[in-house]
């Protein structure tokens, strides 16, 4: 029985000995996966134990992520590919493992056992794990968090992030790579729209230099703001309402309220009083027979006469105390 523990004490050393280098193998084993995948380990719920269980002296950052359609995680989908290319980036960076860095991704199809252990309920999650033994040791196996919550979906965060996390290691840079395609559809957009312009500059510069064109877009814009178009769009008011008496009624009392049509009504008056007024200043004027331009004169200011009277009664709908009217209303 002596013996027993002798032999048992005498083989202590050893066995830390094999544990430090199961350890060891264990980084060699995924570092090389890493170096041949040219990217991230893919692995399920016994490998995330293997690859995080203590001691270790390495570090592991993995992502736990949901890739399939059904579960609808966009972000998990838009982030992936930053991803890998991150985690290609500083391995091809750091091929002789000096920084001893294991990139992993978990999907949740792979690793339901080891979500349900985290108790995590979105995704994607990324965890750091620092290592329990070595220089660069942490006494308890507690992981570092990224928070996602912010949206990001790209590799520059994350690559500052592991930068802080893990300042005692090489840090490879990132270097997003060139983007020929979008650099040949940009220039090829850009030849074409200036070949466009080009051909057609001497048909549509006529029309955009028109005065009258840009007179009826301004007169049309005025229209539809003085009449309360963007109040109607913030408001979200009913397009018309009761009048408590089983009719309708086209204009709200009170200066706050209004209805859809009691805005398209006011653009109308709006609109007839300032055509109207052109004529009055610019066609009556051009007519060379005294006679029909003695009639115009009389029947547009009668029409801005009947406008004017209209616009002060429903003025006076809005503002009961309004004591000004014309005739007829």
């Given at each position: 029985?002596?013996l027993l523990q002798y032999v048992t004490a005498a083989l202590l050393p050893f066995t830390a000995l094999a544990a430090k280098k199961s350890s060891g193998d264990r980084f060699e084993t995924y570092h090389s996966k890493q170096l041949s995948n040219g990217g991230p380990v893919?692995?399920?719920?016994?490998?995330?134990?293997?690859?995080?269980?203590?001691?270790?002296?390495?570090?592991?950052?993995?992502?736990?992520?949901?890739?399939?359609?059904?579960?609808?995680?966009?972000?998990?989908?838009?982030?992936?590919?930053?991803?890998?290319?991150?985690?290609?980036?500083?391995?091809?960076?750091?091929?002789?493992?000096?920084?001893?860095?294991?990139?992993?991704?978990?999907?949740?199809?792979?690793?339901?056992?080891?979500?349900?252990?985290?108790?995590?309920?979105?995704?994607?999650?990324?965890?750091?794990?620092?290592?329990?033994?070595?220089?660069?040791?942490?006494?308890?196996?507690?992981?570092?968090?990224?928070?996602?919550?912010?949206?990001?979906n790209t590799a520059e965060p994350i690559h500052a992030w592991l930068t802080r996390q893990l300042p005692s290691i090489p840090h490879p840079t990132f270097v997003r790579p060139i983007n020929y395609v979008r650099i040949a559809v940009i220039t090829t957009a850009v030849i074409?729209?200036?070949?466009?312009?080009?051909?057609?500059?001497?048909?549509?510069?006529?029309?955009?230099?028109?005065?009258?064109?840009?007179?009826?877009?301004?007169?049309?814009?005025?229209?539809?703001?003085?009449?309360?178009?963007?109040?109607?769009?913030?408001?979200?008011?009913?397009?018309?309402?009761?009048?408590?008496?089983?009719?309708?009624?086209?204009?709200?009392?009170?200066?706050?309220?209004?209805?859809?049509?009691?805005?398209?009504?006011?653009?109308?008056?709006?609109?007839?009083?300032?055509?109207?007024?052109?004529?009055?200043?610019?066609?009556?004027?051009?007519?060379?027979?005294?006679?029909?331009?003695?009639?115009?004169?009389?029947?547009?200011?009668?029409?801005?006469?009947?406008?004017?009277?209209?616009?002060?009664?429903?003025?006076?709908?809005?503002?009961?105390?309004?004591?000004?009217?014309?005739?007829?209303?």
């Amino acid at each position: 029985m002596r013996l027993l523990q002798y032999v048992t004490a005498a083989l202590l050393p050893f066995t830390a000995l094999a544990a430090k280098k199961s350890s060891g193998d264990r980084f060699e084993t995924y570092h090389s996966k890493q170096l041949s995948n040219g990217g991230p380990v893919k692995v399920d719920d016994k490998a995330y134990n293997d690859l995080t269980k203590t001691p270790r002296d390495y570090s592991v950052a993995v992502l736990l992520t949901a890739l399939e359609a059904r579960f609808g995680c966009n972000l998990c989908n838009e982030f992936q590919p930053d991803w890998e290319l991150l985690a290609k980036q500083w391995t091809k960076g750091d091929k002789q493992g000096e920084g001893r860095l294991v990139f992993a991704t978990l999907d949740f199809l792979d690793g339901k056992s080891t979500f349900q252990s985290l108790m995590l309920q979105t995704a994607p999650v990324l965890l750091l794990f620092p290592p329990t033994t070595g220089p660069n040791a942490k006494p308890d196996n507690v992981p570092h968090r990224f928070d996602f919550s912010s949206g990001t979906n790209t590799a520059e965060p994350i690559h500052a992030w592991l930068t802080r996390q893990l300042p005692s290691i090489p840090h490879p840079t990132f270097v997003r790579p060139i983007n020929y395609v979008r650099i040949a559809v940009i220039t090829t957009a850009v030849i074409g729209f200036i070949t466009l312009v080009t051909v057609a500059a001497p048909y549509i510069l006529p029309v955009i230099q028109n005065r009258n064109l840009w007179a009826a877009i301004s007169l049309i814009a005025v229209l539809l703001f003085t009449s309360g178009h963007m109040f109607n769009h913030i408001r979200k008011v009913p397009y018309v309402g009761g009048d408590g008496k089983g009719q309708i009624s086209y204009f709200a009392g009170g200066f706050q309220n209004q209805f859809g049509l009691e805005t398209q009504i006011v653009a109308a008056m709006y609109g007839i009083l300032s055509f109207a007024t052109i004529s009055l200043a610019l066609k009556v004027p051009r007519m060379t027979e005294p006679r029909n331009q003695q009639i115009a004169v009389f029947v547009w200011c009668g029409v801005i006469l009947g406008m004017y009277s209209f616009l002060l009664s429903v003025f006076r709908i809005k503002n009961g105390g309004y004591p000004f009217w014309l005739p007829p209303f």
